[in-house]
């Protein structure tokens, strides 16, 4: 409600002074406050995807409007800018290391694909075996199509990174730009900007700071100054060596997601 309070006296301000230096710095400060109020929209969106209700209607309606606002505030902080161009650029790579950072957040997500797919097929994994946790996935509420796939030693927080990565990639070279050949009838025609950038600005901007500040946590509770609750596995060491791999995996990918798309958006401005 504060951030909202806010947001409504700034653009009011702008509509009526226009775009003054000190409203453009408000307006900012505003887009960080939305963008850290639509923090975890992401897990929202793939809580859905899979089949299960969110913990709150209300928490995910405020979530996804305070994104809708941060990119609004952000187009007005940059509405008195000259009109871009109308030229289009040829399709290009990313300089070596952009990709060099993808290389990074590609092969960060290896040990938690690994994970995942050895308890999926029934494996045991850090004290755990699959099949304790299916049993605790579905007595935690899990969907129908959560459970399916696991049942059929398929992973969907895995099959996640998997689509996670193709989108990396695709930030990076030449065909998140225009569709290769294997996309059919779409083959040859330009990729419309948003459809990697969306994703990819959710994405970094939830699993950048979720990843960090877990790491943060996880080295805290390493050197024994905070205590690791034990959960749902059988020690607290367990439960470490699993958050290590969860949460590096996030930070390092999410880091790597934001240096992408940054590159991406600056290599198909129009000219």
Not at 62 to 85: E, I
Not at 152 to 167: C, H, K, S, Y
Not at 181 to 203: E, H, K, N, Q
């Amino acid at each position: 409600m504060a951030v909202g309070a806010l947001a409504t006296l700034v653009s009011g301000a702008v509509v009526l002074y226009g775009l003054r230096p000190p409203l453009r710095v408000l307006l900012r400060v505003v887009c960080g406050l939305a963008g850290i109020t639509a923090f975890s929209l992401l897990m929202d969106v793939i809580t859905l995807m899979l089949g299960q209700g969110v913990d709150s209607q209300a928490s995910a309606a405020n979530k996804a409007l305070a994104a809708v606002g941060a990119v609004l505030v952000a187009a007005t902080a940059r509405s008195d800018r000259l009109p871009a161009g109308t030229a289009v650029r040829a399709p290009s790579a990313a300089p070596q290391l952009i990709q060099l950072a993808a290389w990074t957040g590609t092969l960060t997500f290896v040990p938690y694909a690994a994970m995942k797919l050895v308890w999926a097929s029934g494996g045991t994994f850090a004290g755990i075996t699959g099949e304790e946790l299916l049993a605790v996935s579905e007595r935690n509420g899990a969907s129908g199509i959560f459970l399916t796939l696991e049942s059929w030693g398929l992973d969907p927080t895995a099959l996640l990174a998997v689509f996670g990565v193709f989108l990396l990639w695709g930030l990076v070279r030449p065909w998140g730009q225009v569709f290769p050949r294997w996309t059919l009838f779409l083959r040859g025609r330009r990729v419309p900007r948003w459809l990697p950038l969306a994703p990819a600005l959710l994405g970094a901007a939830t699993l950048a700071p979720y990843g960090v500040v877990g790491v943060g946590y996880l080295a805290l509770a390493t050197a024994g100054v905070v205590a690791m609750r034990r959960g749902d596995f059988h020690s607290s060491g367990d439960a470490l060596l699993v958050g290590w791999i969860g949460m590096v995996a996030f930070a390092v990918y999410g880091i790597a997601l934001t240096i992408a798309a940054r590159s991406y958006w600056l290599r198909t401005r129009p000219a």
